[in-house]
């Protein structure tokens, strides 16, 4: 049997970055933003812009570092990913994951409080990377990345992070902490479960900003993630 042919490079970066998923983050961060800004008249759409930006280099950064540490065991289980393959190396991709970091927590350097809680999330997302293989609490600690970006949004337009914020990032770092649990216990029926749960991001955010800032106009923004994601996800797998 011939090897499979070499992808390009920027193929490559594109499979291990899963860029098909951001915008699920897309609309975690105007979930948070729009819940934080009730009452205030409007989106500081700057700060929207910046807390957005950020949370997809930390996205990003987090996978191309997920499969840095992951590169052993997708050596025996995963074959197909662009490190086993020779395509990208270990150390190319820990650079790069570390750098993307890095520019996610200088985008926020505006905002004290939300460059803060990015701290905070670059060393869940590092720890997670790491450690997820056989640690308990992995789905847990998965979660609450995508739950920080609520707040991350929140501290970036006011400078604080309400109550409704907090309780909208702890039901967004349930669900993701449940996707994670179906995703790893899915087996067969997984390449059709995942991708219609990870898409769900965006419906859970959409549905957040209806029953807290009642604007339908951002819900649907925010609900055009589902299909947008599902259809990326057929260019680029997001697992």
């Not at 700060?47 to 052993?72: C, E, H, I, K, R």
């Not at 074959?79 to 993307?100: C, D, K, M, N, Q």
């Amino acid at each position: 049997m011939s090897a499979p042919a070499t992808r390009r490079l920027w193929r490559s970066l594109l499979l291990l970055s899963r860029v098909s998923n951001l915008p699920t983050v897309w609309s975690n961060a105007l979930a948070g933003s729009a819940a934080a800004t009730v009452g205030l008249g409007s989106n500081d759409w700057v700060a929207l812009a910046a807390v957005t930006l950020s949370a997809s280099l930390f996205y990003t950064g987090g996978m191309f570092l997920n499969d840095a540490f992951d590169a052993q065991f997708d050596r025996r289980v995963r074959p197909e990913r662009p490190i086993p393959r020779g395509e990208v190396s270990e150390p190319t991709a820990f650079t790069i994951g570390y750098f993307l970091l890095a520019l996610g927590l200088v985008s926020l350097a505006l905002a004290p409080l939300a460059m803060a809680l990015g701290v905070v999330l670059g060393a869940a997302i590092v720890l997670y990377d790491a450690r997820h293989k056989g640690f308990t609490f992995a789905p847990a600690l998965m979660g609450a990345c995508r739950g920080l970006v609520y707040a991350i949004a929140a501290a970036a337009q006011t400078g604080t992070v309400p109550v409704v914020v907090i309780a909208g990032g702890l039901v967004m770092t349930a669900y993701v902490a449940g996707l994670t649990v179906v995703a790893k216990s899915a087996g067969a029926r997984a390449p059709l479960v995942v991708p219609l749960l990870i898409a769900g991001i965006s419906v859970v955010d959409s549905l957040f900003i209806v029953f807290t800032a009642h604007d339908l106009k951002l819900a649907f923004v925010a609900a055009v993630g589902f299909p947008l994601t599902l259809v990326l996800q057929r260019w680029v797998p997001g697992d």
